[in-house]
């Protein structure tokens, strides 16, 4: 009797631990035009969400928490991944501009959104994470329906696309690069047409996720890499 009540308590823990993932496009021309402009431009982003065996009116509510929390969904769907169905949208995510890595952390839009690219003065480019924000979606998903968002399966994927016509050169820091894992920093050159497919690390995911004692709002910011415009 214990063991099926220590197995039943095991699989009542794994059932709460929901699975997701983020993928996005960052366009070079975007990061620049923000850069510029000094305004928000929005790129395309799909999150992935497991949802097990919802039922039809349980996808619903989970449609409206997602929509509430994130900006522009659209596309709604399923897809079957390794024996588990997950709950697709397409949605929009930030692009801002900092003179400076601090300023990135008052920006006004990072307040708004889970996820946030930022371009500094200096051409680097930073994730910001909103972890306040984070966790009222996770706890609207666990009060209606037992499940937490887990990032210990938890991955983010961008496509860095150069469609510009210069040639840019990429330093990436702690991500894989086209699957290769790069532990420390690697410099990469992009023709124009040229695609980086970014996936982040581990160590940097985790980072990402679990504010410095310094991050006393919640807002994580971190570097993933370093833009320099190749001279023709």
């Known amino acids: 009797m214990k ?25 070079l021309q975007d990061v620049m035009d923000v850069q510029e402009a000094g305004e928000t431009i929005f790129t395309n982003a799909t999150l992935a969400l497991e949802i097990g065996g919802a039922d039809e009116a349980d996808k619903q509510q989970i449609v409206d928490i997602l929509d509430a929390q994130l900006h522009q969904i659209s596309n709604i769907r399923e897809e079957e991944r390794d024996y588990s169905t997950y709950l697709v949208v ?15 952390y008052s920006h006004a839009e990072i307040g708004n959104h889970i ?3 930022a371009l500094s ?34 991955s983010m994927r961008l496509y860095l696309q150069n469609d510009l016509r210069d040639t840019v050169d990429v330093t990436l820091y702690s991500v894989y690069a086209n699957n290769i894992p790069l532990p420390y920093s690697s410099d990469f050159t992009l023709e124009r047409r040229d695609e980086i497919e970014i996936r982040f690390s581990n160590v940097l995911r985790d980072s990402v996720t679990t504010p410095l004692p310094s991050e006393t709002t919640g807002i994580v910011v971190r570097k993933f890499a370093d833009l320099s415009l190749v001279a023709g």
């Open 3 to 27: 063991k099926l009540f220590l197995l039943l308590v095991l699989a009542s823990l794994i059932l709460t631990a929901c699975q997701f993932d983020v993928t996005a496009d960052l366009y």
């Open 90 to 104: 397409d949605y929009k995510i930030p692009i801002v501009y900092a003179e400076s890595a601090e300023g990135i």
């Open 115 to 117: 996820f946030t690219f």
């Open 121 to 154: 003065s200096d051409n680097s480019l930073y994730i910001a994470f909103n972890k306040p924000r984070f966790d009222a979606l996770s706890d609207q998903l666990y009060e209606e329906f037992y499940r937490r968002l887990s990032f210990e399966d938890f």
